[in-house]
Every structure is written in C-alpha cells, then in structure tokens.
C-alpha cells in the first residue's frame, strides 16, 4: 500500500540555519505530495504542494521538488526562524483514493 | 468564514461511555473526514464522507461511527470508548475527495482522554 517515510526527529536548529527535512514515498500511480504544518495547540495546515513530477512547491521561504526518480519530496528552508518551531508532516495522495496517507511528523524546535 | 470548527477541545472519558465530537464547516466543501493522531504514527484516516447522506470506512474505523445529514456537519461517534481510543482528533475537508490533490483545510482538534 501507500506510505510516507520521514527523517526521524526531532530536529534542534540555531535561528538561521538551513533546514532540511527527508521525505521519501512509496505509491502506485502518481499521487499528489504535500507539506502540511501543525504550530503548537493548532491542527494541521497546508504549507505546500507539488501534484507532478519535477513541480516545485513553495510558501513562507519552505520549498519542496517532487521527485519522481527518486520518489521523494524533501523540504528546505534557507534561514529557519523561532516562528518556524512545528511539527512537519509529509503526506501524499492518489487519484483512486481518498484520504491522505501522512509519515510519522518531524518535530523542529528553532533556538534564538 | 469560521473554516472548521470542532467540539469539545478536551474531554475525559471512563470506559465504556459513549460520546459525540462534533465537526462542522461553513466552506460548502463535499468532503469531510475525520482522522485520529497518536505519537510517531501520523495521522490515521479514521471515516470519510464524499457528500450528504455518503459515508465510508477508512483505515482504523472499528469502534467509531458517521453519519452526514446535511453538508455542513460530520459528527463522529464513540460507542463505548476505550483506553486505546486515546488521542487527538482532527476533523477535515476539501472541495472533493483527497485523492484528487484537494488541499485539506483542518479543524482545531479535540483531545480525548479515555480513562
């Protein structure tokens, strides 16, 4: 079946710093790929998304490419900042299904 | 626009019990579902409705049921809870089902904590 692998967390960083969290995929077909983000207290919220191969999603200074050979959607930020502490899920879909199949969640704690 | 919105944010239950969590959007998305997150495992699909009157069984649906009477509201029903029904809960929805790339617009959440 489906399934979202993630970088174990969680992830510590200085403000600053470059980010990036690994997320690789394994689907039938060609799903969808999304970034969504949980700040503390909150649900879930989408910070990005690619639906085919080699788009590149982007928002808030976070990028992912979806990359097909490799199967994955890693995101990277240039400069994390404090507001940047979250919870990040990788999640995919496919056209024949319906929900989304989301990895485990990396937690990122930003330090001034 | 209020989005989603759910009730109660926490609640606390001996085993057995029943209860309700309420969902509700105001966006006249079609679809709804409900999912279930616990530590280091994601977020689990729990039931999912595609329109009014429209209901099915995600991943982890034992013990859990829906229904959907009208489009803004998608109540999910705990029949006699247990301890490993712990956990947050997320309501979502979107324009059409998640499979067609759909951004899924969640709700706060409720904790619930089964004694």
């Known amino acids: 079946g489906d399934s979202v692998t993630q970088m174990e967390g969680p992830v510590t960083l200085s403000e600053e710093a470059f980010l990036t969290i690994n997320c690789t995929y394994t689907?039938?077909?060609?799903?969808?790929l999304f970034w969504y983000v949980q700040y503390p207290g909150e649900g879930l919220q989408l910070l990005l998304k690619?639906?085919?191969?080699?788009d590149k999603g982007s928002n808030k200074g976070f990028e992912a490419t979806y990359r097909k050979e490799t199967t994955s959607f890693h995101l990277e930020k240039g400069s994390v900042q404090v507001s940047d502490s979250a919870v990040y899920f990788c999640?995919?879909?496919?056209?024949?299904?319906?929900?989304?199949?989301f990895g485990e969640g990396t937690q990122l704690t930003v330090n001034p | 626009n209020a989005g989603v919105t759910q009730t109660p944010k926490f609640q606390v239950l001996k085993t057995g019990q029943s209860m309700t969590l309420q969902c509700a959007q105001d966006m006249n998305h079609e679809y709804m579902s409900w999912y279930r997150q616990d530590p280091g495992m994601g977020l689990r699909l729990i039931h999912y409705?595609?329109?009014?009157?429209?209901?099915d069984q995600g991943e982890v649906p034992n013990g859990y049921n829906v229904s959907r009477s009208t489009t803004e509201d998608f109540p999910l029903r705990l029949l006699s809870a247990a301890p490993s029904q712990t956990s947050v809960y997320f309501c979502?929805?979107?324009?059409?089902?998640?499979?067609?790339?759909?951004?899924?617009?969640f709700g706060p959440g409720t904790r619930l904590l089964v004694l």
């Open positions: 409705s595609v329109g009014a009157g429209i209901t």
């Open positions: 690619a639906t085919k191969a080699d």
């Open positions: 689907a039938t077909g060609y799903p969808s």
């Open positions: 979502a929805s979107s324009y059409s089902k998640a499979g067609l790339g759909e951004t899924q617009y």
């Open positions: 999640a995919l879909s496919t056209p024949s299904g319906s929900r989304l199949t």
